[in-house]
Structures are given as structure tokens and as C-alpha cells.
């Protein structure tokens, strides 16, 4: 190797590590956006929700720069789809379906994130992965104490103001007892935060001993802070998505049944599952009667979880048959593209995030982009079992629990934080597909190493 070819390779290397210090700086601002509409500055509320933008577009004119996009066919497919779709908000514009800021907003929720999985499939190894779950550990325990002072305080409380200059209080699960917001700008980001705790503990667990990243007293003290926030949630979301982790994980075990070392893993993660348990129903006894409450409550007025997923997120009966080919405009069905029209947040299309999809973009782009988002689980459920089967462990399917359902059908181009959470976690399930998967190295750092 030449001099100059040496250089192209320390610039490229510099620049990979600029990538990943980047999808660092995104994920914190996952947190701090929601702290910085509601406390510090609720009268820029609306600047600070594009907050994250800046640091994408610097990770893509490096990735540009450097010539660090991913060359994968699907990632080429999706940066088609991305014009196709530039292309459509355009041609709605024209025919004056949609207005130009509408449009332009639309397409972002789209797919301006998109890049930024694959980028993190291609550019995240170990060390990345170790560090991206570490502050996601790290992070529960003061989240922990504030989500406990807000149950703790009215719906009116500073604490658990909404977002915006003129916000008013926060939502309840029954009376005047809160359903926590967390840092986040909305309820939504702990119901996703909460499990994607879960998930990175467990990843910290099926770690070999020499990589895990937490101490076991600080594991413990991760632990039953991820047990604090999930009793105070007051969320059916919450923990319907920590339970599909945990059967995502026994699924990730099933497939390993011909692994004698597996077994004894499952029998140390049932124990701990039965601790979780006895520490939920002892510590927070009364948490547990407002739950039994809130889900008697939903079940009454909303039908129960499974009536929910089957109606509420996938159904289409809001679409009419005089629906233009075109569609309604991209965007115009979201929080806020609804804000950006009426100036007021209200969902005035469609509840049900495929609902909305086929009539912001026409049935035939919109049943397009539907059919692309299943594309895009199809890929990551086959390589999280390629993952689990050749590294020998069950992560790999944890992060498909955790992220699936929101890639398939959750609101992923309507609310800032189904965005965020949904195309991160989507990178960060792909990376750790390849990283179990690819890395020769994890054949010996497997579940056998873990146990042996």
C-alpha cells in the first residue's frame, strides 16, 4: 500500500468513526428533544422537533463524501422508492392536492430516516452496538426517578407538562394519576424506550463475560429500573412490546434446542423473568391495581390489545372508493402535517398507520410502500435467524421482537417518535443480523462461552 492509498484509508476510517459519533448524537436527541419542547424553551417547540434533521444530513454528505453509503441492492431499491416517491409529492402539488411544506414534510417522514438503518447495518460493529446499548442502560436510571415524580405528581404538575408554549396537562391512566412522559415529547417514547431497555439488558446478558458492559451490580440496578418504569407506565403498549421481546427471545431459544448450552441460558433467563416477576408484585403492589384498572378501562372503551392491532392499526375502512389515483398528499394525514394545515395536532385521515399510507399516497403507491416496509421485515427477520443460528445466540431475534411491529404497522410516517424509534432500532437490529452473522469471531463468543 502506497502512501496515498494510505491516507484514502485513514480518511475513510476517520470518517466511519464521524458516522457512528453521529448516530450517537441522534439517539441522545432522541431524549433531549422532548425536554427542550416541554421545559426549556416550549416556545420553539416547533423548531426543536426538527432537531435531529441536522445531524442526518451531516451523516449523508459524509457518507456521500467518502463514498460510505451502503451498495446493498435493497438500499438501492429504497433510494428509488425515495425518488419514485419525490416524485409523487411533486406531481400532488401540482394538481393542488397537497401544499409545497406539507409535501416537502411528508416525504421526510417517508423516507429521509431510511438511509440511516442501512447506514447503521454497514458501519456499526461491536464496539458501536456496545456503546449505542450502554447509554440506552444507562439512561434508565434517571429516567427511572423521572418517570416516578411524575406518577407522583397531578396531570398539571410542571413536570408533566405537554409540548408547546401554551401545552396543557398530561395524560392520565385513571383520575389524576399520570401516564408518564419521561423525557420524551409524548407518552409513545416510553412505551418504546421502556422494552428497548429490556432489550439491550438481555444483550448485555447474552454477552460473553469478557464484553458484557455492566457490572452485575449495575445490571441489577439497570434491571429494576427497567421493573420502576414499566409499573408506572400505565401503558397496554408498553407492555405488550416488552412481552413480544421476551417471547422473541424464547423464540430465539427454540431455535437453538439442538444446543445442550442453550438450555441452561433459558433456565437463567426464566430465573430472572420469576425475579422480575416477585419484584413487580412486591415493590409496586399498588402500580399493579391501577394497570388491572387502566386495561379494564382500555379494554371497555377501546376493545382489548388484540381487537387493536387487527382494527385500529392495519384496517381500511376510513379509505373511499373515490379516492384519486394520486391520493390525498403525502404527509397530510400525520401530527404534523395536520399542524401545518390547520394549526392544530389532530389525526383527520385515518387512525390506522397502512390506512393513512393508501390515502396520503393513492391505493397503488400507497399499497407500494406498505409492500416495501414488509420487504424491509422479511429482511430482517431472516437475517436475525441466520444471526442467532451461526453466532449461537437469541439476541438477534430480541431486537426483531422489539422492532417488528413497529416496522410492519406502526406509525412510522405519522408521529416524530415512531419515526425516530422505528428506523434506529431497525438499524440497530440489522447491525447486530451482521454481526452475529458475519463475524467469525462470534462462532467461539457464543452461548457456549457464555455458560462454559
Known amino acids: 500500500m502506497n502512501k496515498l492509498e494510505l491516507v484514502k484509508v485513514l480518511k475513510k476510517e476517520d470518517a466511519v468513526k464521524k458516522i457512528n459519533n453521529a448516530i450517537i448524537v441522534f439517539y441522545i436527541l432522541m431524549f433531549l428533544e422532548g425536554m427542550l419542547r416541554k421545559w426549556v424553551a416550549p416556545q420553539l417547540s416547533s423548531l426543536f422537533f426538527f432537531i435531529k434533521d441536522p445531524v442526518l444530513i451531516y451523516m ?6 467518502f463514498r460510505l453509503f451502503p451498495q446493498t441492492v435493497l438500499f438501492r431499491v429504497s433510494s428509488i422508492l425515495a425518488i419514485l416517491y419525490l416524485f409523487l409529492s411533486i406531481t400532488q402539488m401540482l394538481i393542488n392536492v397537497s401544499s409545497f411544506v406539507i409535501s416537502i414534510y411528508g416525504w421526510r417522514n417517508y423516507f429521509m430516516f431510511m438511509p440511516l438503518a442501512f447506514i447503521m447495518e454497514k458501519h456499526m460493529g461491536k464496539k458501536e452496538l456496545i456503546r449505542f446499548a450502554k447509554i440506552t442502560c444507562y439512561l434508565g436510571i434517571p429516567i427511572a426517578i423521572l418517570t416516578y415524580i411524575q406518577y407522583l405528581n397531578p396531570p398539571d404538575a410542571f413536570i408533566n407538562r405537554n409540548v408547546g408554549e401554551n401545552s396543557g396537562a398530561g395524560f392520565t391512566v385513571i383520575g389524576n394519576i399520570v401516564r408518564p412522559y419521561g423525557p420524551f415529547s409524548f407518552v409513545t417514547g416510553m412505551a418504546f424506550y421502556t422494552p428497548s431497555l429490556l432489550a439491550m439488558l438481555l444483550f448485555n446478558f447474552f454477552l460473553p463475560n469478557k464484553d458484557r458492559f455492566l457490572s452485575k451490580s449495575m445490571f441489577f440496578i439497570c434491571f429494576c429500573a427497567f421493573i420502576s418504569n414499566i409499573a408506572v407506565s400505565g401503558s397496554r403498549g408498553t407492555f405488550g412490546i416488552a412481552l413480544i421481546v421476551i417471547a422473541f427471545a424464547f423464540i430465539g431459544f427454540l431455535l437453538l434446542a439442538n444446543n445442550k448450552k442453550a438450555l441452561q441460558s433459558l433456565i437463567i433467563f426464566l430465573c430472572g423473568a420469576i425475579f422480575a416477576i416477585l419484584i413487580y408484585v412486591t415493590v409496586f403492589s399498588a402500580e399493579i391495581d391501577i394497570m388491572t384498572q387502566r386495561f379494564e378501562q382500555a379494554g371497555a372503551s377501546e376493545g382489548s390489545a388484540v381487537d387493536r392491532i387487527a382494527t385500529n392499526f392495519v384496517s381500511f375502512e376510513d379509505i373511499s ?29 385515518a387512525e390506522s398507520d397502512w390506512g393513512k399510507i393508501v390515502v396520503e399516497c393513492g391505493v397503488f403507491f400507497g399499497f407500494m410502500y406498505i409492500g416495501y416496509r414488509m420487504i424491509l421485515c422479511l429482511y430482517m427477520v431472516t437475517g436475525a435467524v441466520k444471526g442467532t443460528l451461526k453466532g ?9 421482537g422489539f422492532e417488528l411491529q413497529t416496522l410492519l404497522y406502526g406509525q412510522m410516517v405519522s408521529t416524530g417518535i415512531h419515526l425516530a ?16 452473522a458475519n463475524n467469525l469471531e462470534l462462532e467461539e463468543r457464543s452461548l457456549n462461552s457464555n455458560n462454559g
Not at 401530527?335 to 389525526?347: E, N, P, Y
Not at 428506523?423 to 447486530?432: K, N, P, Q, R, T
Open 60 to 65: 449523508y454528505y459524509i457518507c456521500w463524501r
Open 321 to 349: 372508493t373515490e379516492l384519486s389515483f394520486w391520493g390525498q398528499g403525502i404527509g397530510l394525514g400525520s401530527s404534523g402535517g395536520s399542524f401545518l394545515q390547520t394549526g392544530t395536532v389532530q389525526f383527520n385521515i
Open 421 to 436: 424509534y422505528g428506523w434506529a432500532f431497525l438499524g440497530i437490529s440489522l447491525a447486530i443480523n451482521k454481526m452475529y
Open 392 to 400: 449461537i445466540n437469541p439476541i438477534p431475534m430480541v431486537l426483531v
